[in-house]
């Protein structure tokens, strides 16, 4: 069995992640969890008030999910569950993800709060964090089926289950592979046009073996044909940018932790930059 957990902050824009939620539900035939969180912040002086603060959030967090499951198709409200939750959001989250063994975490856009990202960072900055559950950052730029999708790969095990992750929720689609591909020193040494092409020929041979082989152990025959690769030169998080804005790529996927060394910081980077300022969706997986 298949289950979605959606993070809803019933903020406005809280329909964007319903909807992407439920379109994925369908898709995958999937149960799917609305979780609301009342930060236990707001309770901590409820004893100075005359109604108890906790109980009037809970019971109009609990009004507003059910609102939304309301709002679905019969078929998805039968397989459609709330949960109003007291705690810190991004711990609460984790947890009832793990209770429900969720396949996938959803959230929105971050409303951004200067103070509190300074000091502890956004929800789904945390999620990524401390949780392994693939999480799904949903901008709400698109509708409906995913038609282009990018995923970025440093041949990690990380990028690897990210690029699974892809084939998962877009089942029907073609997902553009990329390698980012950083000469040695490149600020420091002139390549010549021909040693470039060189490099850039090894990689592209590289990525091709990777999905031939290594890959083979989770990829099936008929799913390796929905892959196109393409390596590219120069800085990741600018190539990624760039490949994500000429592709018109509704979703980006990426893994969180490179092979090896300095990888490992420079990958889990670049994904939570692409959090704080996503250019469409964005997959992420560890």
Not at 129 to 141: D, F, K, N, W
Not at 195 to 211: H, P, S
Not at 271 to 276: G, K, V, W
């Amino acid at each position: 069995m298949t289950t979605l957990l959606a993070a809803i902050d019933l903020e406005p824009d809280s329909m964007v992640v319903i909807r992407r939620a439920s379109e994925l539900a369908r898709v995958l035939d999937a149960d799917l969890h609305l979780v609301h969180v009342v930060d236990e912040a707001f309770t901590l002086y409820e004893s100075l008030v005359e109604a108890p603060m906790r109980h009037r959030l809970e019971e109009a967090g609990r009004r507003a999910l059910q609102g939304f499951v309301d709002s679905l198709p019969e078929k998805l409200t039968q397989r459609s569950h709330c949960d109003v939750i007291l705690g810190k959001p991004a711990k609460a989250m984790i947890t009832k993800a793990r209770d429900i063994a969720a396949d996938l975490i959803i959230v929105g856009k971050h409303h951004k709060d200067p103070l509190q990202d300074l000091f502890a960072g956004t929800t789904a900055e945390k999620l990524l964090r401390y949780s392994h559950i693939p999480l799904l950052l949903v901008t709400g730029e698109v509708t409906g089926a995913y038609q282009r999708v990018v995923a970025a790969t440093d041949f990690s095990r990380s990028s690897h289950y990210a690029l699974k992750s892809a084939l998962w929720v877009a089942p029907q689609t073609q997902i553009r592979l990329i390698h980012v591909f950083e000469p040695p020193f490149m600020g420091l040494i002139h390549y010549r046009q021909q040693d470039m092409e060189e490099l850039v020929a090894l990689q592209n041979t590289r990525i091709k073996q990777e999905i031939a082989e290594e890959m083979l152990h989770f990829l099936a025959s008929d799913v390796q044909s929905r892959i196109n690769t393409q390596v590219l030169t120069g800085e990741t998080q600018a190539c990624i940018a760039h490949a994500v804005d000429k592709h018109r790529s509704q979703l980006l996927v990426l893994g969180t932790h490179g092979r090896q060394g300095i990888n490992r910081l420079m990958m889990g980077s670049v994904a939570m930059n692409f959090l704080s300022a996503p250019p469409c969706d964005v997959l992420v997986a560890k």
